[in-house]
């Protein structure tokens, strides 16, 4: 790789401005601005790929001299991305060495620019090291090697990233705490693994603030930290009780949390004194998870249950939209329920043992089907109704419709209106 930065700099009234060589040939008018702005950016440098043989023909004769060089004793150095080329003249009894890019830092730990810029471009756009590896081998591109690479990753890149994430951090958790006005924050919470089952190897959770949907906490975990000891399933409890404290210790003020279903995380957080009072709930989108299902089992081995499927969760999500509080959940479990009724055709009922609150359905005039149309109903002691009722009035199916599952953004979720 060979650097082809080219640029000049003034000093004016303290202020540093950059041309290019252009300008400074005196090209005039709206292209001097242009470039002007290019510059600004290729003071990190800007990189070209050039053939060893087509490199060769720059070193013919000397720099200083100008006389033919015996190439006998020009010596090539490759420093991962980098070329060092050493030139001796015999007739003026010269050596000079001509670098393809610039050096970085300070001291002992200067390097040269592009074997930085490689592996953090490649560890923030989160490409692969050995991927990258091969594609430069395929190519016969002289890039730094597997080892440097993660070492600079390890100790510039990780260091750096770090500073910039927390102060981003620090400025995300700020308008969360304003936007509460003193009431405490409701956040959602989550894990996501590598990879599913019992073979992910690292997690990350997330927590954010359900007003302002900002991340305020992230954490990382492998499963060979020390109270994981391997265990895949511990990563999620961990790092969730991790992002709680680490926002607790910063004078956060946590009112409520929505969460999965996940046991493991609800234990972990009741048992530890700086998370105990946080009041939990669980997220609507994993309440309603199991329903899902429980239906594709249904429609696999009943057919005449595909059509139904999604006026049914349409139904779902309509009533829990229209009911979200705690006082209303009876009501709204019934009206849930009586889909049951609603897909016979029928749309007011009389009480009975399973309606005791709502004895009509709530959606408005139905849409006129088209001439030749007719809407899908079910008929009454079919196996199909029959299916959808055992599961509507199962135990399991009540009680976790009749918790309090708040709207969150742990899954986005469209609100429809029944209209079949």
Request: aromatic share 6%; net charge neutral.
């Amino acid at each position: 790789m060979v650097s082809t930065r080219t640029e000049a700099t003034m000093e004016s009234m303290s202020s540093g401005y950059h041309y290019s060589q252009e300008i400074l040939d005196g090209e005039e008018g709206e292209e001097e601005i242009v470039d002007q702005e290019d510059e600004s950016s290729a003071e990190r440098g800007r990189y070209a790929i050039v053939e060893d043989s087509c490199l060769s023909r720059l070193f013919k004769r000397c720099q200083e001299c100008g006389e033919l060089l015996d190439h006998s004793l020009t010596e090539r150095k490759r420093c991962g991305s980098a070329l060092v080329v050493i030139t001796e003249c015999l007739a003026c009894n010269k050596k000079v060495q001509w670098d393809s890019q610039e050096k970085v830092g300070i001291g002992r730990g200067q390097a040269y620019s592009l074997n930085h810029r490689i592996p953090i471009s490649a560890f923030i756009t989160g490409t692969p090291l050995p991927r990258l590896c091969d594609f430069a081998r395929t190519l016969d591109l002289d890039f730094p090697s597997d080892r440097s690479m993660r070492k600079t990753i390890r100790e510039i890149g990780s260091v750096a990233i770090e500073r910039v994430y927390a102060g981003w951090e620090e400025t995300v958790r700020e308008v969360a705490v304003n936007a509460s006005e003193g009431d405490g924050l409701q956040v959602s919470i989550d894990g996501q693994y590598d990879s599913p089952g019992f073979t992910s190897s690292n997690c990350k959770v997330t927590t954010i603030d359900c007003h302002t949907k900002l991340a305020i906490s992230g954490v990382a975990l492998s499963k060979k930290e020390d109270g994981i000891d391997g265990m895949s399933i511990r990563m999620e409890s961990e790092g969730a009780l991790r992002a709680l404290v680490d926002l607790v210790n910063h004078n956060i003020p946590i009112k409520k949390l929505v969460s999965d279903q996940n046991a493991m995380v609800m234990k972990k957080l009741r048992e530890h004194p700086k998370t105990a009072h946080i009041e939990r709930k669980l997220d609507w989108w994993h309440v309603q998870k199991h329903m899902r299902k429980e239906w594709w089992k249904m429609v696999k081995a009943n057919p005449e249950l595909a059509p139904v499927y999604q006026m049914f969760f349409n139904h779902l999500y309509f009533v829990h939209h229209k009911y979200p509080r705690r006082e209303d959940r009876p009501r709204a479990l019934e009206l849930v329920q009586s889909f049951i009724i609603h897909i016979q055709g029928k749309h007011s009922w009389k009480k009975n043992d399973e309606f005791k609150v709502v004895t009509r359905c709530e959606h408005g005039k139905l849409k006129a089907k088209k001439r030749g149309e007719s809407r899908v109903t079910l008929n009454a002691g079919s196996e199909a109704l029959e299916s959808i009722h055992e599961m509507l009035f199962a135990p399991d199916s009540q009680r976790l419709f009749s918790l309090l599952p708040l709207l969150s953004i742990l899954r986005s979720m469209n609100v429809f209106i029944l209209s079949a």
